[in-house]
């Protein structure tokens, strides 16, 4: 960045930061403080603290393979083009446009009489509610305003008071799956069960490391899991249900060290306000129940984009190495192509490993930089793989049907005799 007065770290200042809570390592000339990020190492905090305090270059060439340096390359690339500062007016527009959708689903409850017009109140609502997260996200991710202070107070809007979704809850989830992007037992992204497996290894009763729990295949995730591909849309529409139920677990857990859970906790009390305020001045108890029910369906299409982008890629089992970081992510995501003008509507995660790849990448950038990503993925042979909105669905399903032909398998024995109370199918 122009104007930022560059900072020269001797060798002796550098052995200095050597020790658990104070970790410094220098590659190719330049320091980085990875205290924080040790923890995330795909590789493990362990190389980080044996090596902290040096210059640890050639440890790094030794450990990582060339996708490693001309994805760095690619990032300093990016970087000296100030792609990482060009966040255009993409936060402006949405957060206006959340504005304006707001005003009018308050109108609409208010001053319209008609259950057509409440329904369609609904349906913005859960338009309102993805556009809000996606600034959420992307605060989450890049300080999309001026300062830190501004940005903290846009996750929180966005987040808890618009949506009711914790932007703290996301946070832990969310980086834990970009760290462990598709893995079984530590991306949390992928342990629905008992509602849904993408993968008949989950049958084994497999630890969660994520959530430090077993995810139990007992004869109701048997059940449950059969079905997946047909269950499958209808338990989206109501997935808002489980993160507003995450979102409580993890705020009121006093186990759990949450930061900034004071304004976590009243952005949700505001939503808890005014939301169940709105419901309550719909004419009747049937308009009230068809609000709710629309809204959240109406923002199940977000919850389905989720999916699609990780549920039908490639899955593994055990942590993330440090040598392989880049091939993960790549095997691990697909990409949702689409036209330019609906980059509004996927929040520009249907460049999903673009994102993957460089997440403080502000989206108004990801499309431009997509050819670029697919020219290092031919390179190393890897794979890029963007389907149509269609297609993406059919790749799904067809990965729920396989787990779920797989779950009827007798061979397989349920972790008690419940099974045969459920099993309905021959």
Partial sequence: MQGVEKKYITPEELK?????????????????????????HPGGDVPILNLAGQDVTDAFIAYHPGTAWDYRKLCFEFAKMGLFEKKEHVTLYTLSSVAAMFAMVVYG?????SVWAHLGSALLLGLLWMQSTYVGHDSGHYEVMSSRQYNKFAQILCGNCLTGISIAWWKWTHNAHHIACN???????????????????????????????????????????????????????????????????????????VPDRAYNI????????????????????????????????????????????????????????????FE?????????????????FFGGLQFQLEHHLFPRLPRAQLRKVSPLVIDLCKKHGLPYRSLSFIEANIWTLKTLRTAALQARDHTIP????LWEAFHTHG
């Fill in 16 to 40: 200095k930061h050597n020790k658990a809570g104070d970790l410094w390592i220098s590659i190719q000339g330049k320091v980085y403080n990875v205290t924080d990020w040790a923890k995330d």
């Fill in 109 to 113: 409850v208010l001053k319209c009489t």
């Fill in 183 to 257: 893995s079984l037992d530590y991306d949390p992204d992928l342990q629905h069960i008992p509602v849904f497996a993408v993968s008949s290894r989950f049958f084994t009763s497999m630890k969660s490391y994520f959530y430090d729990r077993c995810l139990k295949f007992d004869a109701l995730s048997r059940f449950l899991v059969s079905y997946q591909h047909w269950t499958f849309y209808p338990v989206l529409c109501f997935a808002r249900l489980n993160l507003y139920l995450q979102t409580f677990l993890l705020l009121f857990s006093w186990r759990r060290n």
């Fill in 266 to 325: 009243a952005g949700i009390l505001v939503f808890w306000t005014w939301f169940p305020l709105l419901v309550s001045c719909l004419p009747n108890w049937p308009e009230r129940v068809m609000f709710v029910v629309a809204s959240m369906a109406a923002c199940s299409i977000q919850h389905l984009q989720f999916c699609l982008n990780h549920f039908s890629a490639n899955v593994y089992v055990g942590p993330p190495s440090g040598n392989d970081w």
């Fill in 328 to 344: 993960k992510q790549t095997s691990g995501t697909l990409d949702i192509s689409c036209s330019s003008w609906m980059d509004w």
């Fill in 414 to 417: 349920p972790q008690n005799l």
